[in-house]
C-alpha cells in the first residue's frame, strides 16, 4: 500500500515539474551545458555501500540519450571478474578478456532475463564482447568455476554514481531537464527507491535519499 | 554429457529398472524425473589445468578460486510440475524454516510453492527481526524471541532472500515456484511425484546459476511416467565461436 502511495506521489510530482519545466533537450553526456546532482544515501544501520549505484531515467520514454561509445573492460584473471560490478549503459558494449596468465580457459554466460547470452569457451588473450540492449543487472557466470561471478549494472542512461563508503554520491554533467533518481542494491537489503530531481544548467541539486525496510 | 555423467545416468537407469516402483492409485498418474546438469559443450577439463595447480589471490583460500563446478553431483536443482490451474489451488503443506541473525545461509535454497504457508522459527540464541525485499514477497515480520516463530504466506514465485539486519547477508533463501509439485533434487537423481491428476503438465527447474530447464509431458491416469531434464548453459544464446 505503501508503495503504492509513493507511486501515486511520484506521477503527481512528475507530471507538475513535466508541466512547467519541460525535457526539451537531448540528452547526451558530452559537452552540452549541464548540472550536477549529489547527496547522500542514508540507512537505519551501518550498510556497506560500496556495491550500490545511483543512476538516472528518464521521465519520458521518448528522450533521445546516447550511450557511450567507448565498450567497457571487463578482465577475467585469477578467476575472478575484475571489476566484479560494472556499470554500463543501454546500447554499450562490454568486452570480457580472458586475462590469465597460465592456460585457463574461462566461459562467461548468464541467464538473467534482462540478457541471456553464452560467450563459448575462451583461452588466455582472447575476448568476446555483448551490447546490452535493456536496462537492468544482468549476473555473470563461469560455467567452469564454480566462485566466479560478477555483475553488469545496465543503466538507462549515461549518468551513473557508485555510492561511496560513507554514502555520498555525484552525478555530473546531467542535462537540463526533469530525471529521477534511481537507487541500484547488488545485493538487496532495503526497497530500490525513486526520486524526481530537477537538473538546472551549472547548478547542484541536493538530493539526499533515505533507505527504510518499508 | 560427461563419461561420469553418462555412467552415473546408466547405474540410476539399471537400479531404477530393478526396484519396483508403486503404481499410482486408481485413476491418477505418477511420474519419475532423472535429473543430470551439463557442463558447456565443447569443454574439455585437461586444457584447463587443475582446480589446485592454481594457488588464485587468497581471497577464498589456496586453490579454491579455480575450484571447478562438478555437474556431475550439481546439487540445489529445484524441480517442479505445472498444471493451471490445479498447480497452486490447494497449497502445499505448511513448510518450516529454521532461521537465526547473523548466521548467513548454508546449501541450497529449498523449493516451496506460491500460496504455501512459511514458519520462521528463530533457533538463534536472540530476538530478531526477520524481513524479505525480494520482489513480489516483501514482508516484515517484526521481532521473533529466540524459539519463537512467525509466518508468512508465499505470494510470489521467485527467489526469497530471508534477512535478519540490513548489513548481512540473507540469513535464509527458499525458492518459490507456482506449484505445490516442487522438490529439490541434485545431478543425477531422481524426483518423483505420486498420484497427481492425470493431464498435460509442465515439468521447470531452477538453479541458483544454471538456466532452468522446461519440457511438457502428459501424464496418462494409472500409469508412471518417465521423464529427464538437464540443467546447463548449453540452451542459453550464444556469442562467440563455442
Redesign the interface.
Known amino acids: 500500500m505503501q508503495n503504492g502511495n509513493q507511486a501515486i506521489i511520484l506521477s503527481v510530482v512528475m507530471l507538475f515539474l513535466l508541466r512547467y519545466f519541460p525535457t526539451t533537450l537531448a540528452a547526451s553526456p558530452t559537452s552540452q551545458p549541464s548540472g550536477r546532482i549529489s547527496g547522500k544515501v542514508t540507512s537505519p544501520g551501518e550498510v556497506p555501500l560500496s556495491e550500490m549505484i545511483i543512476y538516472l531515467e528518464s521521465p519520458d520514454p521518448k528522450r533521445e540519450i546516447a550511450a557511450p561509445k567507448d565498450p567497457v573492460k571487463v578482465s577475467q584473471k585469477g578467476a575472478k571478474f575484475s571489476p566484479a560490478v560494472v556499470v554500463t549503459c543501454v546500447g554499450q558494449t562490454v568486452d570480457f578478456l580472458n586475462d590469465e596468465e597460465r592456460s585457463i580457459e574461462h566461459n562467461v554466460f548468464s541467464n538473467t532475463f534482462v540478457k541471456k547470452f553464452d560467450l563459448g569457451l575462451f583461452k588466455p588473450g582472447e575476448s568476446r564482447s555483448v551490447t546490452f540492449d535493456k536496462p537492468g543487472a544482468v549476473f555473470l557466470y563461469c560455467s567452469i568455476h564454480r566462485h566466479m561471478d560478477g555483475v553488469v549494472f545496465v543503466s538507462p542512461t549515461p549518468y551513473t554514481s557508485r555510492v561511496e563508503k560513507d554514502g555520498s554520491y555525484t552525478l555530473e554533467g546531467v542535462p537540463p531537464g526533469i530525471w529521477v533518481v534511481k537507487t541500484w542494491q547488488r545485493r538487496r537489503h532495503f526497497p530500490e527507491i525513486s526520486i524526481p530531481v530537477l537538473s538546472e544548467v551549472n547548478k547542484i541539486a541536493t538530493t539526499d535519499l533515505e533507505l527504510r525496510r518499508k | 554429457m560427461s563419461p561420469r555423467t553418462l555412467i552415473l545416468a546408466f547405474v540410476s537407469a539399471l537400479l531404477a529398472g530393478c526396484q519396483s516402483f508403486p503404481q499410482p492409485t486408481p485413476g491418477m498418474a505418477s511420474i519419475r524425473i532423472q535429473v543430470f546438469a551439463e ?2 559443450a ?2 574439455i577439463p585437461s ?3 587443475s582446480d589446485y595447480d ?1 594457488p ?2 587468497g581471497d ?1 583460500g589456496k586453490g ?7 555437474y556431475s553431483s550439481l546439487g540445489g536443482i529445484i524441480v517442479w510440475m505445472e498444471s493451471s490451474p490445479s498447480s497452486t489451488s490447494t497449497p502445499a503443506a505448511t513448510a518450516t524454516i529454521d532461521v537465526a541473525a547473523k548466521k548467513p545461509t548454508s546449501g541450497a535454497a529449498p523449493g516451496v510453492s506460491v500460496n504455501q504457508r512459511l514458519i520462521l522459527r528463530n533457533i538463534g540464541p536472540q530476538a530478531a527481526n526477520f ?1 524479505s ?2 520482489d513480489g514477497n ?1 514482508f ?1 515480520l517484526g521481532s521473533i524471541p529466540p524459539g519463537g516463530q512467525k509466518d508468512y504466506t508465499v505470494r510470489s514465485a521467485g527467489l526469497i ?1 530471508i ?1 535478519s ?3 548481512s ?1 540473507p540469513v535464509a533463501e527458499v525458492y518459490a515456484a507456482p506449484s505445490k509439485w516442487i522438490a529439490t533434487g541434485h545431478s543425477g537423481s531422481e524426483i518423483s511425484f505420486m498420484n497427481l491428476p492425470p493431464g498435460r503438465y509442465k515439468i521447470a527447474s531452477w538453479h541458483p ?4 530447464y522446461e519440457i511438457f509431458v502428459t501424464l496418462p491416469a494409472d500409469q508412471v511416467t518417465t521423464a529427464t531434464i538437464k540443467v ?3 540452451a ?7
Open positions: 557442463p558447456k565443447g569443454y586444457i584447463s589445468g592454481f588464485g589471490d577464498l579454491v578460486a579455480f575450484q571447478r563446478v562438478d524481513y525485499v525480494s516483501e516484515d532472500e534477512l539486519d540490513s548489513s547477508d546459476r544454471l538456466p532452468g546447463g548453459v548449453n542459453l544464446p550464444k556469442i562467440g565461436p563455442r
